[in-house]
């Protein structure tokens, strides 16, 4: 679409690269609701999950950078996963400003819980897996790609 008309540039939502981005977010995110509602997560709250799961614990700062989620939207999915009893946060003895995020016990058993999901949701997707590498690889690459032309650089 580089060097179109503006007019001629997008001719139906269908045609819009941001709407199939949108639509297949939400038809994955919708796949994912049934198998989390078992487990009383939220997508979100799962995506801490594999994080801390993966990193055992991690501050909210880099947590925040990790999943791209500011501190306003992700203080309240940690006191929720914190009140279910799943994650710890503590300020760190070395930085008080800074808080450390951590497993509790029944936060490190819910990880085998979980292990059906992603062959679950692969399932659901219906694409190789060489397809869907490719596609997350073009997905990192268009959002640094925007995230680098939003700031500036």
Known sequence: MVGMDPDEAVSTIDDMVCFALYAASRAVT??????????????????????LWQRGSITVKDLGDHLQLDYGTLTPLLKRLEAAGLVTRRRRADDERSVEVGLTDEGRELRESTRHIPIAIGDAMGMPEAELSRLRDSLRRLTNNVSTHGSGA
Request: hydrophobic share 50%; glycine share 0%.
């Open 30 to 51: 919708s796949a994912y609701r049934p198998l989390l509602q078992a487990l009383n997560l939220t997508y979100p709250q799962y995506l801490v999950m594999v994080v």
